[in-house]
């Protein structure tokens, strides 16, 4: 209950008891009605306080005109302070400062001036509420140099020069007219925003925020204080501020201009992750560099930033550069998110000791993990970390009630049908489909396991049950079908997976194609073999480093040494570097075929490649 609403209660009190009221009695009750805005309440209140024989009061007839502006009917307002003087009265200071605050309200620019003016022309004085209303009027529908009057009077009355900068800022900004606030600021001023620390920075923020980046450079350059510090915080605040308003080529506008260009930590930071979303790499490269070479110690976030600079850059090598610094300096405690982006990196790079120390490092860190955590470490540890430790970490993740998201349940199905645990790979595909997350390559993951362990009686019915599911079969099925079909001997099966491949469309990849050239070299039917390398050809594919070394191992079969030999020479001149299993292949088909002193010579040469 307001104060307004218990003086009510006061005044049916008193009206209970039938108490004699007197002058300010009346004005009390006249109050309370109109700060309500119930103005015929009040305007009866006022006709029984005249026929109680009060005569008639400035402050009564004030209290209605302040009651109608809030309430916005100015046309009432303005009938009675036009009746005043036929009642005896004249307009007081009051008066004119209600007629302010009402037209205001109402957005009555013309009505207000002319209020403002009589008031200031009878040595009234305004208060702060209606230099408020002047200066946001003037802001909408006003020139500058009404609003510079206006700031002039309220410096007159001593209002404090940030207060009355903070107020012209508030008034442009909602007006959606902050560009006209440099013509304002003139003289005076002008030069008291140039003095003071506070209210230079408040301006150069508003100008920031709405794009007048030429105009805070401008202020900034102009201003006469000297701290340095202050100075580069200010700098820092403001890129930050482009940088979250999304305004990135206005940031680099601010930090080309700036006068102290010597390594700040936190600004050369900013910088480095903005030329990085600008794509401008070798720019945040080079301040990486100049930082690197100062006598500054780079923290966590500042390795963090350069390190999603490389990642993002494609630099890899460097990315990992940049941890190796980062080790190196032993009081550097990654958080979760540099720990995540260091694993995505050495998952990336290959390097699986690196995985498996980190994930160590990372159990030892006190870490708190997260979902996110959970599946970004199954994801990137999955080829560093022995089975039961990845099981474990996945019933770990399952037990406290986190989600792992379908990457993380592919990853699972990969390692346990890799490492023939199909117990808990099925439990681990029914616990993704009781969640909606199996997709095509859940699927293809766990007909791929039982594919590679030879159980193609289980690999047909995961096929049946994926185009139950309403999956088609892909390409990748396809390719495990061949190969099952092939190692076990199954060759009339073989083709009627390659009629099936044609039928529905399906073209063929590298992997299809190698297939089928080892498993016919493996039968040694060299035209078969030679059927699919032209097939190979005209599909505008060509043969992979796979291709050739499988081709030489199936003419070392078919007794084609020369032919085989012959090949390596062209893997050579089509760009394909031959590796160590080339040379082992084409040895064996040395050997194979009795060439013996050929096969040495290939040796010797495989040992001088380092292979």
Same mark, same amino acid.
């Given at each position: 209950m307001s104060l307004y609403d218990k003086a009510e209660e006061v005044i049916d009190f008193i009206q209970e008891d039938k108490v004699t009221l007197n002058s300010e009695n009346w004005l009390v009750l006249l109050n309370a009605y109109s700060q309500q805005g119930k103005l015929q309440e009040a305007e009866r209140v006022l006709l029984s306080m005249q026929n109680s024989g009060f005569s008639p009061n400035i402050v009564a007839y004030n209290m209605l005109i302040t009651g109608y502006g809030k309430s916005s009917n100015m046309d009432a307002a303005q009938s009675i302070f036009r009746n005043l003087q036929s009642v005896g009265l004249e307009p007081d200071e009051s008066t004119y400062r209600s007629m302010i605050e009402g037209w205001g309200r109402a957005e009555n620019y013309k009505e207000a001036e002319?209020?403002?003016?009589?008031?200031?022309?009878?040595? +009234?004085?305004? &208060?702060?509420?209606?230099l408020y209303t002047m200066i946001h009027l003037q802001a909408k529908y006003a020139d500058e140099e009404d609003a510079a009057r206006t700031l002039d009077d309220m410096k007159k009355m001593g209002c404090q020069y940030s207060s009355v900068l903070g107020t012209l800022l508030q008034a442009y900004e909602r007006a959606g007219r902050i560009d006209r606030v440099p013509l304002i600021l003139k003289g005076s001023f002008y030069e008291h925003v140039l003095v003071n620390q506070t209210s230079c920075s408040i301006l150069v923020m508003a100008y920031v925020k709405h794009c007048l980046v030429d105009d805070a450079i401008k202020v900034l350059q102009e201003k006469h204080w000297k701290d340095i510090i202050f100075e580069d915080n200010l700098y820092h605040l403001v890129i930050c501020s482009c940088k979250e308003l999304g305004h990135l080529e206005n940031a680099v506008k601010i930090y080309n201009q700036m006068p102290n260009k010597k390594p700040n930590l936190h600004i050369m930071c900013t910088m480095i992750d903005i030329y990085s979303t600008l794509g401008r790499?070798?720019?945040?490269?080079?301040?990486?560099?100049?930082?690197?070479?100062?006598?500054?110690?780079?923290? /966590?976030?500042?390795?963090?930033i350069v390190v999603r600079m490389y990642v993002k850059s494609g630099s890899l090598?460097?990315? =990992?550069?940049?941890?190796?610094? /980062?080790?190196?300096?032993?009081?550097?405690?990654?958080?979760?998110?540099? +720990?995540?982006?260091?694993l995505r990196i050495y998952q990336q790079c290959g390097m699986l000791d690196k995985l498996r120390d980190l994930y160590y490092r990372i159990l030892k860190s006190g870490v708190t993990w997260d979902a996110e955590m959970y599946n970004c470490v199954i994801n990137c540890c999955s080829r560093a970390l022995p089975v039961d430790e990845l099981s474990r970490l996945f019933d770990e993740m399952l037990s406290r009630g986190f989600s792992p998201n379908t990457i993380t349940f592919n990853v699972m199905l990969d390692v346990y049908g890799k490492s023939r645990l199909f117990t808990k790979a099925r439990k681990v595909?029914?616990?993704?489909?009781? #969640?909606?997350? *199996?997709?095509?390559?859940? =699927?293809?993951?766990?007909?791929?396991?039982?594919?590679?362990s030879k159980d193609i009686k289980k690999m047909l019915s995961t096929v049946r049950e994926m185009?139950?599911?309403? +999956?088609?079969?892909?390409?990748?099925?396809?390719?495990?079908?061949?190969?099952?079909?092939?190692?076990?001997?199954?060759?009339?099966? +073989?083709? &009627?997976?390659? #009629? #099936?491949?044609?039928?529905?469309? =399906?073209?063929?990849?590298?992997?299809?194609?190698?297939?089928?050239?080892?498993?016919?070299?493996?039968?040694?039917?060299?035209?078969? *073999?030679?059927?699919?390398?032209?097939?190979?050809?005209?599909?505008?594919?060509?043969?992979?480093? =796979?291709?050739?070394?499988?081709?030489?191992?199936?003419?070392?079969?078919?007794? /084609?040494?020369?032919?085989?030999?012959?090949?390596?020479?062209?893997m050579r001149e089509n760009g394909i570097q031959p590796d160590r299993i080339t040379y082992t292949n084409l040895i064996n088909a040395l050997r194979k075929n009795d060439e013996f002193l050929e096969a040495v010579k290939w040796s010797l040469w495989m040992k001088q490649m380092g292979l």
């Open positions: 002319w209020y403002y003016h009589e008031l200031k022309g009878l040595g +009234f004085k305004p &208060n702060s509420s209606n790499f070798s720019e945040a490269e080079n301040l990486y560099l100049e930082l690197k070479s100062s006598e500054i110690s780079l923290d /966590m976030i500042a390795f963090s090598k460097d990315a =990992c550069s940049v941890l190796e610094t /980062m080790d190196e300096q032993n009081n550097i405690v990654p958080d979760i998110y540099l +720990f995540r982006d260091m595909l029914w616990l993704a489909r009781k #969640r909606g997350l *199996v997709d095509a390559i859940s =699927c293809n993951t766990i007909i791929a396991a039982y594919g590679q185009q139950f599911n309403g +999956f088609s079969v892909s390409l990748e099925v396809y390719n495990c079908l061949l190969d099952s079909y092939g190692k076990v001997g199954q060759l009339e099966s +073989f083709r &009627n997976v390659l #009629r #099936r491949m044609k039928e529905s469309s =399906c073209a063929s990849d590298h992997y299809t194609y190698n297939i089928m050239i080892n498993i016919y070299g493996e039968q040694g039917w060299i035209e078969e *073999v030679a059927n699919v390398l032209t097939e190979l050809k005209e599909s505008g594919l060509g043969p992979d480093l =796979c291709s050739y070394n499988t081709l030489i191992k199936a003419y070392g079969i078919a007794g /084609m040494v020369e032919d085989a030999v012959v090949l390596v020479k062209e």
